[in-house]
Structure formats: C-alpha cells, structure tokens
C-alpha cells in the first residue's frame, strides 16, 4: 500500500512538472489517467505492478 501510495505521488509530481514546464496539455493527463485506469483492469496489470515493484527495490538498494 505504502508503495503504491508513493509510487502515485511521484507519477502525480511528475505529470505536474510535465503540465506546468513541458506543455503536458490537460486533454493528454486525462487521457493518460484514464489509460492507466483501463490497464489496472486488463491481464498485463500484474506484470506491470511486478516490474514497479522490482525497479522500486532495485533503486531502494542503490547505495551512496
């Protein structure tokens, strides 16, 4: 839960920094939101979870 709720922080800041510095326009968030919504649904979403959680593990054992 902790993870999901992180990983949808960052994506949010991002998406933010995309729409206020890169000329992300509001019709291209939704549409991505509501892309993002329709694959939670489908067979490829445990893969997808599956691999976000492998690449937070991977850069939560990074080591300055």
Known sequence: MILSMSGV????IIVFLFFRKAGLKASHAVVSALF?????NTAIAPSIKAGGESLAS????IKF
Do not use: C, K, R, S
């Not at 922080?9 to 949010?12: A, K, R």
């Not at 991977?58 to 054992?61: F, I, M, N, P, V």
């Open 36 to 40: 993002g919504f329709y694959m939670a």
């Open 9 to 12: 922080v960052l994506l949010g």
């Open 58 to 61: 991977l850069l939560g054992g």
